[in-house]
């Protein structure tokens, strides 16, 4: 594929992504937002950015070569590009030109691409450390656009507690096989406790056992709010 000569539709279709893929990507998005002094990256900060074992799930250990063959993927999707700086070789992304996508739009994408499917609280919660988004009726404003467009979709009923949000980059295959793990459970649990994917591997299911007790813990903290709410409205 002639990296020079793919365009992207507003509604895609997108491209499928592999495991590498989705983490030199999502890393090289957060880092221009929360690292300027250091983006473009570096292969080797590019590494050490994929392997960081904070805002990641999973955590990996890619190496140089596996990097570099992600971002040979993704350059041939013209997602990225190499620049030079002095006699250094750097990356960077090329999310903004080709996906045409607004600030707070590009920090979701980045999140989903680093820690895969997540609840709508979630969500909220990860990408406002790169940008502001003030409570859970702003993000959906935010994703409405972004669900036009299949960047992403929703696993679960999207009028569910606790919706679950995945990126639209998955393959026909996964998609289907994550859909079926989200949604074989009762609405009053899904967002906490999901089906085992058809692995029986425990690595497997260790991430998805993580997002299930982070959105628990968002939903207590809720709950805590709204009765501290309450206890003052009562004078309590």
């Known amino acids: 594929m002639d990296a020079e000569s793919v ?5 895609g279709p997108w491209p499928s992504f592999s495991r590498d893929e989705r983490r030199v990507l999502g890393t090289l998005i957060e880092k221009s937002k929360t ?3 250091g983006y473009p990256m570096s292969i080797n900060a590019l590494v050490a950015g994929c392997n960081q074992k904070s805002n990641r799930d999973p955590v990996l250990e890619l190496d140089e070569d596996e990097v570099m063959d992600a971002l040979n993927l993704l350059k041939a999707k013209a997602l990225v590009t190499k620049v030079f700086s ?26 989903l691409l680093l820690r895969g499917p997540q609840t709508e609280g979630e969500i909220r919660t990860r990408a406002s ?9 702003s993000l959906k404003g935010y994703l409405k656009p972004l669900l036009e467009r299949r960047l992403v979709q929703y696993l679960t009923p999207e009028d569910r507690r606790g919706a679950v949000i995945t990126h639209g980059f998955h ?6 096989r994550l859909k ?9 649990v899904a967002h906490t406790v999901v089906a085992a994917p058809s692995s ?18 968002d939903e ?17």
Not at 180 to 188: E, R
């Open 200 to 217: 029986p591997k425990m690595d497997d299911r260790i991430p998805v056992l993580e997002a299930g007790l982070a959105s628990l813990r």
């Open 35 to 37: 690292s300027a002094d």
């Open 7 to 11: 365009s992207y539709a507003p509604g």
């Open 86 to 111: 002095g006699r250094s070789e750097k990356w960077r992304h090329l999310v903004y030109e080709q996906w045409h996508l607004d600030s707070r739009e590009m920090a979701i994408i980045a999140e």
């Open 180 to 188: 079926v793990q989200y949604t074989s459970v009762p609405a009053s």
């Open 220 to 236: 207590v903290a809720r709950l805590r709010e709204e009765v501290a709410i309450l206890k003052r409205s009562l004078g309590g």
């Open 129 to 137: 450390r790169m940008v502001e988004i003030p409570d859970l009726d």
């Open 171 to 176: 393959g026909d295959e996964e998609f289907s």
